[in-house]
């Protein structure tokens, strides 16, 4: 047909057609879920369930939306602005080559970086056959006998052993001792942790250690100024004294020298960066931590075990769960519930590509041609304070450092100050000989340059002879099978296929929203604009990263109502740990650092009064109602109580519930009167962006979650972003990061290894904003409470809907952004459990809802706005077909311990056996609804037994013979 009808212009551009593409639900099917609710329009469905009283007064102030194509071209002239030399900073950041294989499959491949944290370990078999690679690499490597998956960064992973010593040691002093030689920003954050918790900081030279009567010592290995020390002695001596020794090592050193395991450490911490993972500003990366096998049952974060499923075979899963704040609370060994599983995957790889001999050839070439550096630098006559070195040397400069710099800056090159007269130089497995060529020409003052040629043969190392490591590392199977590209690629799709990310299905988890990253918002990840910059790199070569978070900032104080906002926090809980401190600090500068006190209510996520523990404060529980909001006579009984004391209440907004509290703002009031301050929890602002702001209707802080509503994908349990994000009084107290000399007396300390956190993930978040502008991120917030409540509809007939609003006009009652489901009656007439249910849905082809968060028993589903209606439907039919298959061991056609639900999820094996004993058949088993024929996935693992894995703990990888029978 010939198109003669014109049509303006601006309908044809219509800048905002990437709302389209993130919202998933057309026109037409709004009004069909409309119908189903039982409300004539989305206006009328907002108004029913967000209380009116905390409705924004003004719309968000953003500027007008992007196409994708606009938004990139807009970004990679911010980027522009960042200038990318060559860093020869060192200080924990190094430069890396991320194998093409390892880049495009894993790092910008949605099946790695989509999926969700291991909770259910079925769907997860992939990804924790990396994470176990992790663990096994970081085991070896250090020569200690546990390690997690993973840490934030290197300081907070020392911040962390610090505590963790400190719950292990049997020493009562509180000092810790920090030697002068290790890295600037992991004492500052070891200083900022350590102050709430009454533990004094003191710093020497490593020799020092054992005479400072310390319950622990940390120590660098090697140095940030390149010594590489026999710690042995040293170690002995802080035992005999009483202490426990920690070391923050290099793992690419540690391929060559003795590991610290081996010299005596207790705990090993650092960062895996360089092993494939672009320095990004600062992050995201995965340290690590490794302790003795003693110390196990203390460590923090997340590690994987493996256990057994349901027909003996071998299966991973999250092992000692009950060390972590989602059960032990404040009494938790840390916060972490984000993590870095993507960076730690990518470390992993990197790994098993390389394989042990490989790294050691690297290493050996970053220690050759430093020594080659050195060798020329002293025929140059230059001055090393050290003899020793791996990576880095320590050049003296004397009165001429600032021209060094400058000279070296000039040709593209950053180097470190070391001191007011040495620099630093660190070479990486980037290096070349011509960098090494101009590194002496700076030195040379006119003076013939050393020649390559009489290096030709080999050079000594400058590691120390008596350190050369002699124990193997590496040798599973693992590490040694999948060396050429081929294998590789196979590796990493096997294991991507074993998964359920979203690139497969909607993840309904409640409380995490799991909505669409689009792949324009990931595309600026990786580009070297972004990817190239070291933390430390002068201020003014980091101009694109500022624009960035200053626009970025800027933006999400709109959505949220606050003045001030820092990026820092590399995770919610991280978020929230500054947020209190800065709490905490204003209640000191106004002489009432005796307010202590922290008001949870009991619905509270578990990082939260984890995060208050860390901050010094005491967790005083409140009390919900029974229809799931704070209970706010318990809340006014507690604050008279605790009046003198109070600090703060941390509520969570709309509640863990999925609710809004119609008294909020009279609860903020009670808490002010008694001198209080109140934290919201962002974590659900997915409920809230362009309807209501926190900073407006009665927060004082808060933290967002940059992974759960501003589209940064969760990779598999990190990375994130965490924002605390305050009002205008608390701005001067937002932290600081005085090791990259920014920052007044009066902000907090840093709270994060750079300045900027994360900082390589935030041109996600600047995308989403960008493309959606004002009015299609409050439509986004709109069309995820509408399906929600479509859901709750539409299961309300089977299914009762714990903590609905009970509004009358609306089916289902009326929830915000997700809906509870609450199993616990079915548990009594059939004996399935929440469990069963979850396990079952796998065979259905999804990854479960929230199991047994905030209320046991029950399931918490949020759909978010980028899910089409299909997927909703083909959801919400699993979810009848699975109480249909309830009522059948309701009725007794199955019987309670032989059903689908109890023998779920269904392994192909478990279904091609010959002997089928079921009283259900086998179609039921695998193909309970007609369109799982088209499409299917197949669990690769049958249940997985948590019990079994817990009393028999092992975290490392599996010996090939386990699979034999
Ligand atoms: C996810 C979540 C957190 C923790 O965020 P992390 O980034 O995982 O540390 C805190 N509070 C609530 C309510 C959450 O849902």
Redesign the pocket.
């Known amino acids: 047909m010939p198109s003669t009808t014109a049509l303006p212009l601006a309908a044809l551009e219509n800048a905002s057609e990437f709302v389209a593409r993130h919202i998933g639900i057309e026109p037409e099917d709004e009004r069909r879920m409309l119908s189903v609710i039982g409300l004539a329009s989305r206006q009328a469905l907002i108004d029913a369930v967000v209380p009116a009283n905390i409705a924004r007064g003004n719309p968000m102030d953003l500027p007008a939306p992007l196409t994708e194509a606009q938004a990139l071209a807009e970004l990679k002239a911010i980027a522009g602005k960042n200038q990318v030399l060559k860093s020869f900073i060192g200080q924990g950041y190094h430069g890396t080559l991320t194998p093409g294989v390892i880049l495009r499959n894993i790092l910008e491949n949605p099946a790695w970086y989509t999926a969700y944290?291991p909770y259910q370990a079925e769907i997860s078999q992939g990804r924790m056959e990396a994470l176990v690679n992790f663990q096994t690499m970081v085991t070896d490597l250090t020569g200690l006998a546990m390690a997690n998956a993973s840490m934030l960064d290197e300081a907070t992973s020392a911040a962390e052993a610090m505590t963790l010593a400190a719950r292990v040691g049997k020493s009562k002093s509180t000092t810790f001792f920090v030697a002068d030689d290790v890295l600037p920003q992991t004492l500052e954050v070891v200083r900022t942790r350590a102050r709430p918790l009454g533990i004094t900081v003191v710093t020497g030279p490593v020799g020092d250690a054992a005479g400072a009567g310390a319950f622990a010592a940390l120590l660098q290995y090697p140095g940030v100024n390149g010594a590489v020390r026999d710690l042995k002695p040293v170690i002995d001596a802080v035992h005999a004294a009483g202490g426990l020794a920690i070391v923050a090592a290099d793992l690419l050193a540690l391929t060559l020298i003795t590991s610290p395991g081996e010299l005596g450490a207790d705990i090993a911490v650092g960062t895996t960066q360089r092993f494939g993972m672009p320095m990004c500003n600062g992050g995201p990366h995965a340290a690590y931590m490794a302790c003795k096998d003693e110390f196990k049952r203390s460590l923090p974060g997340r590690i994987v075990g493996v256990s057994v499923d349901a027909h003996g075979n071998p299966a991973y899963r999250l092992a000692l769960q009950t060390r972590e704040q989602h059960i032990r609370r404040e009494k938790a060994t840390s916060?972490?519930?984000?993590a870095q599983v993507l960076p730690a995957v990518i470390a992993s790889m990197y790994a098993v590509y390389h394989g042990p001999e490989g790294l050691k050839r690297i290493a050996r070439r970053v220690a050759s041609y430093t020594a080659v550096l050195a060798s020329g630098l002293k025929q140059l006559g230059c001055k090393l304070p050290h003899e020793s070195a791996f990576d880095t040397l320590e050049v003296t400069t004397g009165d001429h450092t600032a021209a060094v710099l400058a000279a070296a800056r000039a040709k593209g090159f950053n180097l470190r100050q070391a001191s007011r007269t040495s620099v630093g130089i660190t070479l990486d497995e980037t290096t070349s000989r011509d960098d090494i060529h101009t590194l002496w020409a700076l030195f040379a003052n006119g003076q013939l340059l050393p020649s390559f040629a009489q290096f030709e043969q080999g050079v000594a190392t400058l590691l120390p002879a008596s350190l050369e490591r002699t124990s193997a590392f590496l040798t599973h199977p693992v590490f040694n099978a999948h060396h050429s590209e081929t294998e590789m690629l196979r590796y990493i799709r096997s294991l991507s296929d074993k998964d359920l990310a979203l690139d497969r299905s909607m993840i309904p988890l409640g409380?995490?929203t799991m909505k669409l990253n689009a792949t324009s918002e990931m595309i600026p990840v990786t580009w070297p604009e972004f990817a190239g910059v070291h933390p430390f790199a002068p201020r003014d070569q980091l101009k694109g990263y500022e624009e960035l978070d200053s626009l970025l900032t800027g933006w999400l104080c709109q959505a949220t109502g606050y003045s001030g906002i820092s990026l820092q926090p590399n995770?919610?809980?991280?978020?929230?740990y500054a947020g209190l401190l800065i709490i905490q600090a204003w209640h000191a500068a106004r002489g009432e650092a005796h307010r202590t006190i922290c008001l949870i209510p009991e619905s509270?996520?578990?990082?939260?009064p984890a995060s208050a523990q860390m901050t010094g404060l005491q967790v005083v529980v409140v009390k919900c109602d029974a229809e799931g909001n704070v209970d706010l006579a318990d809340l006014k009984a507690k604050c008279e109580q605790h009046s003198q004391n109070l600090s703060c209440v941390m509520i969570?907004y709309p509640s863990?519930y999925g609710l809004f509290d119609t008294h909020v703002k009279e609860l903020c009031g009670i808490v002010r009167q008694h001198g209080g301050r109140v934290y919201v929890?962002g974590?659900?602002m997915n409920a809230l962006v362009g309807v209501a702001a926190p900073g407006e209707f009665g927060g004082d802080v808060s933290?967002l979650?940059l992974?759960?509503t501003f589209c940064i994908p969760h990779g598999g349990g990190?990375p994130?972003v965490?924002p605390v994000c305050v009002v205008q009084d608390l701005v001067p107290y937002l932290p600081a990061h005085r090791s990259a000399g920014l920052g007044t007396e009066q902000q907090i300390g840093a709270v994060s290894a750079a300045p900027l956190g994360n900082a390589g993930v935030l041109p996600i978040s600047w995308m989403y904003v960008r493309m959606m502008g004002a009015d299609g991120l409050k439509q986004a917030t709109e069309t995820a409470i509408l399906s929600a409540n479509y859901i709750a509809a539409r299961l309300a007939d089977h299914f009762d809907i714990h903590f609905s609003g009970n509004n009358p006009e609306v089916k289902g009652g009326g929830v915000a952004h997700e809906c509870i489901l609450d199993l616990r009656p079915l548990k009594d007439s059939s004996g399935v459990t929440a469990e069963d249910v979850a396990k079952r849905l796998i065979d259905y082809g999804f990854h479960a809802p929230t199991l047994s968060f905030p209320v046991a028993g029950t399931l918490m589903v949020e759909p978010t706005e980028s899910e089409p209606l299909k997927e909703l439907d083909r959801f919400c039919e699993a979810m009848i077909a699975i109480r249909d298959e309830i009522r059948k061991v309701e009725s007794g056609t199955w019987p309670r311990e032989d059903n689908p639900l109890k023998a779920a999820p269904h392994t192909t094996e478990a279904l091609l056996k010959g002997d089928w004993t079921h009283p259900y058949s086998r179609e039921d088993a695998a193909y309970p609804l007609k369109s799982l024929r088209l499409q299917k996935y197949w669990s690769p693992v049958g249940r997985v037994d948590n019990v079994y894995g817990d009393r028999n703990l092992f975290c490392s990888c599996v010996p090939l013979s386990a699979y034999d029978h």
Do not use: M, V
Request: with cysteine.
């Open positions: 944290t916060n972490i519930c984000t409380s995490c995770a919610g809980s991280q978020g929230e509270a996520h578990g990082t939260n969570t863990t929890d974590a659900n933290h979650n992974h759960k990190g994130g965490g």
